[in-house]
C-alpha cells in the first residue's frame, strides 16, 4: 500500500490508517487483531528510537566519539530499547512478504524482551498464528511503516504515541462491552485531569487498565509548560493482557511504566504498592463488583470509615483509594451512581461517615449516560480533597454538578463530552 498522504481535505492521518487495518482484519475478531496491530506499531516505535540513537552513534561527535552502535548498554543509558538486528524494522520489511512473515516478527518480540528485560512479558507473540494470513500480515507491516513516513525520528514517536492511542481507542468501541474492560472513554479522562490539574507529585490508579489516566496527566503537564519529570506514576492491574497493553502505550510515550504492577489477585488481596502516599488518584474501578473477595477482608485496616458490602465493591474502591492519599493528596474517581443513594449492607453509614469527615469530599459530578462502553450503569465521578484544611473556600461544602444533558452521540450506543463541555 502506498504512503497514507496527510492532507488538510482529508480525513485525519489515524482514521485513514484504522480504516485500512480495518480492512485488513478480515475474519478475526477485534479483541485478538489489537494485539498484532498495537503490536507492530510499538515494533515501529522502538526501532525507530533505536535507529535514530543508532545514526548518533556511528557519527560520533563529542561524548559520542568512539561509541560502538552495537553496544546496548549505549542505548541503555539513555533510556532507549536495545534492538537486535534480526528485530529491526528495515529486517522485517524486507521478509513482509514472505510466507514465514509470523514466525519472524514472534521471533523478533521475543529477542526484543531478552535484550530488555523490563519488556519480559509484554510483548505480543501472536504473528504466526494459522488465522493471520501472511498477506495481511505483510499489509499490516506496510501500513504501519508508513505512519510516521517522512517526519523527523523525535516527531515519529510522537505521532506512533498518538495513533497508538486512538487504535485502543477504537478496538474498545469495536469490542463493545469487553472493550470497556481496559479503556476508559477519553473525554472522561480529560474531564478528570482537568478538574484534578496533576502538576507534579506521585499519580496513583490501582485499576489501571491500559494506562489512560497516566498518558493524559503527562499531556496535561506539557500542555500547561509544566516538567514532565515532576510527576512518577503508579499503577496496578489484575489483567494480565490489560497491564501488557499499559506498559506499551506508557513506553511508546517515553513514560517511566516500572512502578506499573500486575498481579492476579488485584488490589483488596494483593496492593501491589501497600505503602505509597499519593499526590494525585485518578481512577476508573469496575461498577458494582460482586466477587471481590470482601468476605476475606472485612476487618482490613483500610475500612476507615465501616467495612464495605461483601456483595458490592463500590465503598471498598472508595475507601481504597483514601487511604492511598497522601496529607494533601486528592482523587477524582468514576462510581456508580448507585453509590450516591444506596443504602444496603451499611453503605448508607460509610457515606454518611465520610461525609462527617468534612473535609474530604470536595465536589460530586453527575455524568450523563452512555458514556462508557461497556455498561450502561449511570455513574458519577467523586472528587476527594485532603487538603480542604482551615483557610480553604469551601471547607465543610460539597460542590455538585448536573453534567447530565451534556455531550453528544458518537453512535447509536456511545455518547461523548467535547472540548468545550469539559471547560
Sequence with gaps: MGKVEKDSKEEPLEKQLWKAADKLRKNIDAAEYKHVVLGLIFLKYIS?????????????????????????DEYKAENIFFVPPEARWPYLVARAKHHDIGGHVDAAMDTIEKENPILKGVL???????????????????????IALGDAKARSADVLGHVFEYFLGEFALAEG?????????????????????????????????????????????????????????YGQESNQTTWRLAKMNLAIRGIDASQVKWNNEGSFLNDAH???????????????????????????????????????ANFAWLQHFIYHLAPNGRAGVVLAKGALTSKTSGEGEIRKALIADGNLIDCIVNLPAKLFLNTQIPAALWFMNRARTNGHPRKGEILFIDARNLGHLINRRTRELSHEDIQ
Excluded at 124 to 145: C, E, H, M, T, Y
Excluded at 204 to 224: L, R
Excluded at 275 to 297: Q, R, Y
Aim: aromatic share 10%; net charge negative; glycine share 12%.
Design 48 to 72: 525507530d528510537s533505536f535507529e535514530e540513537m543508532y545514526t548518533r552513534l556511528q557519527i560520533g561527535e563529542g561524548e559520542m566519539a568512539g561509541a560502538d552502535p552495537e553496544d546496548s
Design 124 to 146: 505480543p507473540k501472536v504473528f504466526a498464528r494459522q488465522n493471520l494470513d501472511p498477506a495481511s500480515l505483510g499489509g499490516l507491516i506496510d501500513l504501519v511503516g508508513n
Design 177 to 233: 462491552k469487553q472493550g470497556g474492560q481496559f479503556y476508559t472513554p477519553r473525554s472522561i479522562v480529560e474531564l478528570l485531569v482537568a478538574m484534578l490539574e496533576p502538576y507534579r507529585g506521585r499519580v496513583f490508579d490501582p485499576c489501571c487498565g491500559s494506562g489512560g489516566m497516566f498518558v493524559q496527566s503527562e499531556k496535561f503537564v506539557e500542555e500547561h509548560q509544566g516538567r514532565v519529570n515532576d510527576i512518577s506514576i
Design 274 to 312: 501497600k505503602d505509597l502516599k499519593a499526590d494525585f488518584i485518578i481512577a476508573n474501578p469496575p461498577f458494582n463488583v460482586s466477587d471481590w473477595s470482601g468476605e476475606l477482608l472485612r476487618n482490613d485496616g483500610r475500612w476507615k470509615y465501616g467495612a464495605p458490602p461483601a456483595g458490592n
